[in-house]
């Protein structure tokens, strides 16, 4: 049996990346650029504008009386002149009329009769956002390595762009395969169980960045099987299935695998997971799960995810580890690295975990509970009560 890191080195050395696709940049959270190095077009914010509500004025001429000469409002395309003794409206974001050098803001001032507004002594450049104050034309920066978020978004927005360079999506097929299997919210015959694993695959691939090409379930049957998963490779990236991995008389995919293409490695030192098999059929990298579902998702987790990012050139997987302190002993296999499902929360001494319920393989409910993987190495029968772990988070912390 592989070791995670062998495995996993071995997995992700199979990614290609994927290709480059421009993209309104509306429909880019959660994309990956190509090129990271952006250079800026144009001055960010692109004229001098009021960062308050209240009124624009020369502060040579304050603490004073002014005449009220108008409005400045967002959006504005021209305004007068302040001369001396002059003063204006202005409003959040408006352009600093002509003359002005200085912003008072509303409660600080009184508006008297005759269009006059009382203002106190304000220093130049009050409550002025100089064009280019956040960046300027030619400035050079590195965006992170990361999917785009809300924030990177709107940047790269105020700088003009309106469409972006990002990595194609990686198209990733996903196969259920178990005579047992029927689809969510179906009545359930007899020996059967709803399909959790196409559902939550799915979604893990989501949010791993790619796109889910979900296939047809396919029952235990070998031609069923290489049937769909030959015609998946045509269409998608990489292949995943889960179930029939193993060495029953009904498990066919690690079978499949190497009839259609070639198998690397169908076993590593892993709990839960440990018949996980990897191949390829023709050029796609090919990942066959084990059929239970805590399994299928952790193992996602440990080796799929990481290819995902892999092929948007994206390190790692992208989660928060966290070094944390185990509240209770959990019995484990000593001779492979657990995965524990636990609930991290905050404590005086900073995060400790307790496990999120049953840890069986099949027992979905502790998966549903837990916001992290827990993980105890090689080498320990049990995970020790005060001992600290490190932690994968899955969500937030408690």
């Known amino acids: 049996m592989l070791s995670v890191e062998e495995a996993l080195e071995r997995i992700t050395g199979s990614a290609r990346l994927t290709d480059a696709q421009t993209v309104p940049i509306a429909g880019c959270a959660g994309r990956v650029l190509v090129e990271h190095a952006i250079t800026a077009h144009l001055d960010v914010p ?25 409005d400045a409002v967002a959006g504005a395309r021209s ?68 999917p785009l978020t809300s924030g990177a978004l709107a940047q790269l927005t ?37 399909d959790a694993n196409a559902t939550a695959l799915a979604a893990a691939v989501s949010e791993a960045g790619g796109e889910p090409l979900v296939l047809p379930r396919a029952s235990d049957d070998p031609n069923v099987i290489e049937a769909l998963l030959s015609r998946a490779a045509a269409d998608a990236d990489l292949l995943v299935a889960s179930g029939g991995v193993s060495m029953g008389r009904t498990d066919h995919v690690r079978a499949a695998i190497e009839r259609l293409g070639a198998l690397d490695f169908w076993r590593i030192r892993v709990q839960p997971g440990k018949p996980l098999a990897f191949g390829a059929i023709g050029d796609r990298p090919t990942v066959g799960l084990p059929g239970n579902p805590v399994s299928a998702l952790v193992t996602f987790e440990l080796f799929v995810r990481p290819l995902i990012r892999a092929m948007l050139s994206l390190p790692g997987d992208g989660r928060l580890h966290l070094a944390v302190r185990l509240d209770q002993s959990i019995a484990k296999d000593a001779a ?54 490190d932690a994968i988070m899955l969500g937030e912390v408690a």
Do not use: W
């Open 158 to 194: 105020s700088l003009g762009l309106g469409k972006l360079v990002v990595r194609r999506r990686p198209r990733v097929a996903i196969l259920s395969t178990g005579d047992e299997l029927a689809a969510p919210g179906a009545r359930l015959g007899a020996g059967q169980i709803h």
């Open 79 to 146: 305004l007068p002149m302040i001369e001396a003794g002059q003063a204006m409206r202005i409003m959040t974001g408006a352009p600093v009329p002509p003359g002005a050098d200085a912003v008072v803001e509303i409660e600080l001032a009184t508006e008297l009769p005759g269009d006059t507004v009382r203002v106190p002594a304000v220093p130049i450049g009050r409550h002025i956002r100089d064009a280019g104050s956040d960046t300027r034309r030619g400035d050079r920066f590195e965006m992170p390595a990361a």
């Open 46 to 70: 692109p004229f001098a504008n009021s960062a308050m509500d209240g009124y624009a004025v020369r502060a040579g001429d304050t603490p004073a009386d002014l005449r009220l000469i108008g």
């Open 336 to 389: 492979r690295r657990a995965y524990v499902r636990v609930v991290v929360h905050r404590s005086a001494a900073g995060f400790d975990a307790r496990s999120a319920g049953g840890q069986g393989s099949a027992q979905l409910r502790g998966l549903g509970n837990a916001n992290a993987l827990l993980v105890i190495p090689e080498g320990e029968p049990t995970g020790a009560a005060g001992a600290t772990y």
